[in-house]
Antibody
Framework: QVQLQESGPGLVKPSQTLSLTCTVS??????????WSWIRQHPGKGLEWIGYIYYSGSTYYNPSLKSRVTISVDTSKNQFSLKLSSVTAADTAVYYCARASGDLSKFDPWGQGTLVTVSS | DIQMTQSPSSLSASVGDRVTITCQAS??????LNWYQQKPGKAPKLLIY???NLETGVPSRFSGSGSGTDFTFTISSLQPEDIATYYCQQYDNLPRTFGQGTKVEIK
């Protein structure tokens, strides 16, 4: 079955760019039929959707983050990535990657998540 | 954005009890609602989609209902392994939004 795994630095300095990668195994991103998503969870808080990407590169972003977010896909590596620029302490969160259904309705499965702390 | 409001924010119940969580949308979302379970330190897991459809492999003690703005998630007989936080999520509009979560504990 499809599995997702996030990777990237666990500590980022304020004003810098947060960069994470999600590696997909057990299925091919370029097969189509699914979108790929980033979702974050602030410590002890709820879930915030960041954005979607299709294998073709088509994206949808949360307007609240749109000016700082870039999601990209590398089908040759079966990976998709998140970049969040100009980070502050408010961006400290667990970041999850997830597969989204073709109609963009549901997220399943999810990666295990990775904690990113923004601190100098 | 569509606001999703869950209640209660936490609850404590005994094994075997019936547990009910509600989720209210700030506008009509038809049946465009999912429910997720998040166990401590783990990623969320999809339990119910389209408001009332049980995801494959999910025990039948879990159920969902509702449409429009008011939705209900029920555990018919609480089990120790159901200790988790449960979230609703709407997919009527972008951005996708989640409820704030309901933490379920054993009494």
């Amino acid at each position: 079955q499809v599995q997702l795994q996030e990777s990237g630095p666990g500590l980022v300095k304020p004003s810098q760019t947060l960069s994470l990668t999600c590696t997909v195994s057990g299925g091919s991103i370029s097969s189509g039929g699914y979108y790929w998503s980033w979702i974050r969870q602030h410590p002890g808080k709820g879930l915030e959707w960041i954005g979607y990407i299709y294998y073709s590169g088509s994206t949808y972003y949360n307007p609240s983050l749109k000016s700082r977010v870039t999601i990209s896909v590398d089908t040759s590596k079966n990976q998709f990535s998140l970049k969040l620029s100009s980070v502050t302490a408010a961006d400290t969160a667990v970041y999850y990657c997830a597969r989204a259904s073709g109609d963009l309705s549901k997220f399943d499965p999810w990666g295990q998540g990775t904690l990113v702390t923004v601190s100098s | 954005d569509i606001q999703m409001t869950q209640s209660p924010s936490s609850l404590s119940a005994s094994v075997g009890d019936r547990v009910t969580i509600t989720c209210q949308a700030s506008q009509d979302i038809s049946n465009y609602l999912n429910w997720y379970q998040q166990k401590p330190g783990k990623a969320p897991k999809l339990l119910i989609y389209d408001a009332s459809n049980l995801e494959t492999g999910v025990p039948s003690r879990f159920s969902g209902s509702g449409s429009g703005t008011d939705f209900t998630f029920t555990i018919s007989s609480l089990q120790p392994e159901d200790i988790a936080t449960y979230y609703c999520q709407q997919y009527d509009n972008l951005p996708r939004t989640f409820g704030q979560g309901t933490k379920v504990e054993i009494k």
